[in-house]
């Protein structure tokens, strides 16, 4: 099992930044990409941006150029740092692991922590 605990969300005016950090815990050696997916409300989850353990990283393209995902192997910490935050940026976001079990991939996520950009 992986543990994924979030912290760095909270509330921040239009324009202003936040970062997110994740750490996990438990059987981590396995863990292969990690990321951040966010919800809003009356929305599906969507993905944000997220890294493989070898530095790949996407983006969704509504984050492209503001926000940048990076990860410490050594600390098992994924980060999002958020810059240039819009009030449409609001929602809960939530940290996601997985690994490859044989030839399964499992998902684990993070309790989830909200993120409020106030116009």
């Known amino acids: 099992q992986v543990q994924l605990v979030e912290s760095g969300g909270g509330l921040v005016q239009a324009g202003g930044s936040l970062r997110l950090s994740c750490a996990a815990s438990?059987?981590?050696?396995?863990?292969?990409?990690m990321g951040w997916y966010r919800q809003a409300p009356g929305k599906q989850r969507e993905l944000v941006a997220r890294i493989t353990r070898g530095g790949i990283t996407n983006y969704a393209d509504s984050v492209k150029g503001r926000f940048t995902v990076s990860r410490d192997n050594a600390k098992n910490t994924v980060y999002l740092q958020m810059n240039s935050l819009k009030p449409e940026d609001t929602a809960v976001y939530y940290c996601?692991?997985?690994?490859?079990?044989?030839?399964?991939?499992?998902?684990?996520w993070g309790q989830g922590t909200q993120v409020t950009v106030s116009s």
């Open positions: 996601n692991a997985n690994r490859l079990v044989g030839t399964e991939l499992l998902d684990y």
């Open positions: 438990g059987t981590i050696f396995s863990i292969n990409a």
